[in-house]
């Protein structure tokens, strides 16, 4: 075990990221197996005292699973007392896998600032597990192991902040092959929101974004009539992102 | 000066809060003047050992400002390094305004969660200065008055939450009378967007989210054709705010 020196860090503030993953239209989160817990945690760190709380949370999820270039984004700060669970930092110690200077620091109260983002599942290479835990795994959120401490609330407050900004932010670049059609799209957005949506609303919707241009091709060899290809028009994308969807006001 | 004994607080956290009122098709943020400085801050604090965050936002609005019964909302943390200015403190150390013990605790480097709200200005009755500032009034956005610190940039990002939120949560009921004409409604948007709306489109829009209910009469006395009076149906106005505005998914 690596000494962990604690006094970099700044008091009682920690990070806690939320990576969730889209793959074969299942939405899937990467969790830490503790060492010697039948428990899982979020990837999640300390903030150094000469540190950026943004930049502190990319680099912590560097630290524990080796995934870069991630662009996190800050949800929410969970402040309540009473976040911590009794045992759970004796325990660690007693299996031997902390010591008792990080064991001290680790029962003051922390608040911690909540991170998500939402990635190609498959651009992820090998994540490594970090000296806390022993591997660093893929879990869909239809069959969620039992987390540590509140990273359950922490991860569902994520997916719900993950479908509200899907009415003001555009979503899909990078998610989806650089063409797609209509039914991909829409199987994208089915599964973040967790439920089924009218074909032609959605597709009247999509195109009133004015972020999406329909190539000139269909795509072709499957049962039905072929459908349109489309790709985002990533100039209007990236302004959408910026400065919202357009609401129609 | 009334002693702070900073012991009882969390180390190198605060909140603060940007109160946001609507009056006169105006948008105004209530301020305190800071004692014996040519600069304004937000009503902010610290967060007690055992203390939710989220509850001592509430508790230091009703410090700093005698304002109960207000409905805060979480928006950011600010956590970026450098949010200290050069000699602030020493200042008001010299300026006779806080003592040594409070400049060493305010020496600190501190995050801030920002938290807002928007109220009826004219139902705020007579915000008091606490023993930092000097007095406590509502300024206009259009004309604010210097802040200290990083208060601007908290108060700027407020807004843009608010303006953002417009898409997904209705707004409205505590704001405007309890009947009102689409177009006092559509003022109310065009106050917070900061941007003229097209009748129709706003019309059709509100009317869309189910919120709004068109009683059987007029305001009569205008110029103008008489307009349809509306109100909130409280039920349904109530279900989106908890679970977000029809986005026609």
Chains 1, 2 share one sequence.
């Not at 959605?202 to 072929?226: D, N, P, V, W």
């Amino acid at each position: 075990m690596p000494a962990l020196s604690v006094d970099k860090f700044h008091p009682g503030l920690s990070v806690d990221c939320v990576i969730l993953g889209f793959h074969q239209n299942e939405l899937k989160a990467l969790l830490l197996k503790m060492k010697k817990m039948d428990k899982w945690a979020l990837p999640g760190g300390f903030v150094e005292k000469e540190e950026d709380v943004d930049k502190a949370a990319v680099r912590v999820l560097w630290e524990r699973t080796g995934l870069k270039d991630i662009f996190l984004q800050q949800f929410y700060l969970f402040g309540d007392v009473g976040r911590e669970e009794e045992g759970h930092v004796e325990g660690l110690v007693q299996k031997g896998v902390i010591d008792r200077e990080l064991a001290g620091w680790l029962k003051q109260r922390f608040v911690t600032v909540g991170y998500y983002a939402l990635v190609e599942y498959s651009q992820v290479e090998a994540p490594q597990p970090d000296y806390l835990s022993e591997s660093c795994e893929w879990r869909s959120l239809s069959a969620l192991p039992e987390l540590m401490l509140d990273h359950g609330r922490i991860l569902e407050k994520a997916h719900a902040t993950l479908k509200r900004q899907l009415n003001y932010q555009p979503i899909g670049l990078n998610l989806l092959p650089r063409r797609f059609t209509m039914p991909e799209l829409q199987a994208l957005y089915e599964t973040l929101l967790g439920q089924k949506l009218d074909r032609r609303n959605f597709q009247r919707k999509m195109m009133g974004y004015g972020i999406l241009i329909r190539t000139g091709e269909r795509r072709t060899g499957g049962a039905h009539k072929s459908p349109w290809l489309y790709e985002f028009d990533e100039e209007k994308y990236r302004q959408s992102l910026a400065g919202g969807l357009n609401a129609g006001w």
